[in-house]
């Protein structure tokens, strides 16, 4: 037996375990979008910013906002990194336009066109790059271009929405934002993971897992189920997002 094949034999064990669990554990709860949407419009209304958002479909939904928002509200956020442009994009621009953010900020694209038209909302760059190939382990994706990510700076918020994934041929793109783990803030930070309950960005969770375990990073991690499951990894001076 090939070591390739041994490699596959093991991913697709793995995948297995992991939708056995997630079933053990139950679903998403759609049910729950209310409550999460009646808290995210109560922190815009106090925070007096329009509520222009359109949680719906394949974007962004309101527990996805909720805790980039609340986030924002309750730790001191120096540098934002996102991967995947859209409502949480128009969400961080709103936040820094109060205030409430005060760092920098950093989205990144591949569309060019959904790249312009949400560049046009919003001041922070929007970096629009292409996708490459990547051979990762047993892995094969197309996931961003971050040599085009120039920034030095830790970064405290790193939101992986992007790029565009789910079916086979696409189910590990995200997989790619495995590079940035190194550029996490040593202090502190928070990531968050958008569509956890899907398989391949429930492989993405456990390998994030074992890079902070072979790092020996003290981490507190936590999920968020309503339309869409998100899980949360934090560090340090954010720990305590780990429980929003």
Known sequence: MTETLKSRIKR????????????????????????????FNRDLAALSIEDTFYPL???????L??????????????????????QTTILIDALRKKGVLKGSALTIEHDDAWAQRIGQ????????????ERQDGPYRYKGYDLSALKTSDPIDLLLIDGPVAGDEERMHSRHGALPLLDRLDPDG??????????????????RVKEYFLKKNIKFASGQSDAAKRQVLFATGRMMSSAFF
Not at 14 to 33: A, F, H, S, W, Y
Not at 57 to 63: F, K, Q
Not at 65 to 86: D, H, P, Q
Not at 189 to 206: K, N, P, Y
């Open 12 to 39: 697709l064990a793995r995948q297995q375990l992991l939708r056995v669990d997630r079933g053990l554990r139950g679903g998403v709860k759609p049910e729950l979008e209310a409550v999460y949407q009646n808290i």
């Open 121 to 132: 909302l919003v001041s922070h760059p929007i970096l629009n790059v292409r996708l490459v």
């Open 189 to 206: 930070f928070i990531l968050i993971l958008d569509d956890a309950e899907r398989d391949g960005e429930a492989e993405l969770v456990e």
């Open 57 to 63: 479909n394949s974007a962004a939904n309101y527990s």
């Open 65 to 86: 906002l909720y805790l980039v928002l609340r986030s924002a509200r309750e730790l001191n956020i120096r540098s934002v990194v996102e991967l995947g442009a859209g």
